[in-house]
């Protein structure tokens, strides 16, 4: 069973609308959840990270997190073409600085 | 955010050499951390590298083929040795953040033929 699991896509979501990427954990431990975007070719850069249950906010982007079923997702808001990229969910436990990375979700966001 | 510079930025290898990938920070972090991401996959942790210890390894890595030096708290290099075409990735330097997230470098692709 992998550790971090997301829908490999792709995700095709319209201009403007809401995208929603998910991603479930395995292990009950977790502690710090992160939302990466990768454009092809680049190395990843941080979108989000949630620590506690509920939602995050920040801009365009909202980060949900439900420790009790093991989920995490991302929102993104009115919907972008340079928002196509490549998502990956990155979770670690606590006093671990070891990230264990989703294997990614690529959106896709049509004109 | 900590400012990570990677080099070679991309190179093209041959079967059976090494080369070193080296990782600068701009300030000075206890870890440095190397991934690999293999074509279309995501990130898999190759080792822990710490000033003034050997690094550690995540499982399916050693260090014979992955050997890595940390001499000082801004600095530190992945060697990729015997290179096979497997080992065509792109390789990424990363530190961690105030609030465990990390960092990474530009990353060096590295094909190897």
């Known amino acids: 069973q992998k550790e971090v699991e997301q829908n490999s896509g792709p995700l095709s979501v319209p201009e403007g ?8 954990y395995s292990d009950r431990g977790s502690q710090s959840f992160f939302w990466y975007r990768q454009y092809s070719g680049k190395s990843p850069e941080l979108i989000m990270f949630i ?26 808001r009115d919907s972008q073409p340079s928002d196509s990229a490549t998502y990956l969910c990155a979770v ?19 004109p | 955010s900590a400012v990570i510079s990677q080099k070679p930025s991309r190179d093209i290898c041959q079967r059976g050499t090494s080369l070193t990938i080296q990782c600068q920070v701009d300030s000075q972090v206890t870890m440095m951390f190397w991934y690999r991401q293999q074509p279309g996959q995501s990130l898999t942790l190759i080792a822990t590298a710490n000033q003034g210890s050997e690094a ?18 801004t600095f530190s290099t992945l060697t990729v040795s015997n ?21 990474f470098g530009e990353g060096s692709r590295l094909t190897v033929l």
Do not use: H, W
Not at chain 1, 17 to 24: D, K, Q, V, W
Not at chain 1, 52 to 73: C, H, I, M, P
Not at chain 1, 92 to 110: P, Q, S, V
Not at chain 2, 57 to 69: L, N
């Open chain 1, 92 to 110: 670690n436990n606590f006093g671990n600085e070891k990230l264990t990375f989703g294997t990614g979700t690529r959106l896709t966001i049509i």
């Open chain 1, 17 to 24: 609308a809401i995208a929603s990427l998910n991603c479930t």
């Open chain 2, 56 to 73: 550690t390894y995540e499982s399916g890595f050693v260090i014979d083929k992955f050997p890595i030096s940390r001499p000082n708290l």
């Open chain 1, 51 to 76: 620590y506690s249950n509920g939602d995050k906010e920040d801009g365009r982007f909202t980060a949900q997190l439900n420790k009790a079923s093991q989920y995490v997702s991302l929102l993104i």
């Open chain 2, 83 to 103: 290179m096979s075409p497997e080992d065509s990735s792109i390789y990424l330097c990363s530190v961690t953040g105030a609030g465990g997230e990390l960092f």
